[in-house]
């Protein structure tokens, strides 16, 4: 798998009378002769934080093992994340996701500041993205934009309160 550059997609703010925000992923259908739905990780970076993880979906049953072999193929989460808590907790561990449209909440408990939220996924006989999304709470207006390269992953939006 070769890593791709990272990216900055579209950043959507919600009127402010949101009761709380949320984070959208879309994962497209790729056309290739052998699918395989990724591994994704998500979690949010900060000045003064340590990282915290919000989602981790992997084959938890991979033929008979725990599907945690190949965690560390999402290497950016690995890195920062993944290696400190071995086995994803049940809270924030799920299966692959299917090609499509998905969302997690926002964590309602995010102090005021700076932070980066960073979506990574990998593939097996596939590729690997990360996409980092900075934001600020509370928001300050404007809208942060970029592109994205239809990969692995395609849109991410952050909603915020």
């Given at each position: 798998?070769?890593?791709s550059?990272?990216?900055?997609?579209?950043?959507?703010?919600?009127?402010?009378?949101?009761?709380?925000?949320?984070?959208?992923?879309?994962?497209p259908?790729?056309?290739?002769?052998?699918?395989h739905?990724?591994?994704?990780?998500?979690w949010?970076?900060?000045?003064?934080?340590q990282?915290?993880?919000?989602?981790?979906?992997y084959?938890?049953?991979?033929?008979?093992?725990p599907?945690?072999?190949?965690?560390?193929d999402?290497?950016?989460?690995?890195?920062?994340?993944?290696?400190?808590?071995?086995t994803?907790?049940?809270?924030?561990?799920?299966?692959?996701?299917?090609p499509?449209?998905?969302?997690?909440?926002?964590?309602?408990?995010l102090?005021?500041?700076a932070?980066?939220?960073k979506?990574?996924?990998?593939?097996?006989?596939?590729?690997?993205?990360?996409?980092?999304?900075?934001?600020t709470?509370?928001?300050?207006?404007?809208?942060?934009?970029?592109?994205?390269?239809?990969?692995?992953?395609?849109?991410?939006?952050?909603?915020?309160?």
């Open positions: 798998m070769k890593p550059s990272l990216l900055a997609p579209v950043l959507a703010l919600a009127p402010a009378s949101a009761m709380a925000g949320s984070i959208s992923i879309d994962l259908r790729l056309s290739v002769a052998e699918y739905r990724p591994y994704v990780a998500i949010i970076e900060g000045a003064g934080i990282p915290r993880t919000l989602a981790v979906w084959d938890a049953d991979h033929r008979g093992d599907g945690t072999k190949w965690l560390s999402l290497r950016g989460w690995w890195r920062v994340a993944g290696r400190n808590i071995g994803p907790p049940s809270g924030i561990s799920g299966a692959t996701r299917a499509g449209h998905h969302t997690i909440p926002l964590p309602a408990d102090k005021p500041g932070y980066t939220l979506v990574e996924a990998a593939r097996e006989t596939g590729g690997r993205e990360l996409v980092s999304i900075p934001f709470l509370p928001r300050t207006g404007g809208m942060g934009a970029g592109n994205g390269a239809g990969g692995e992953i395609g849109a991410v939006a952050v909603t915020l309160p």
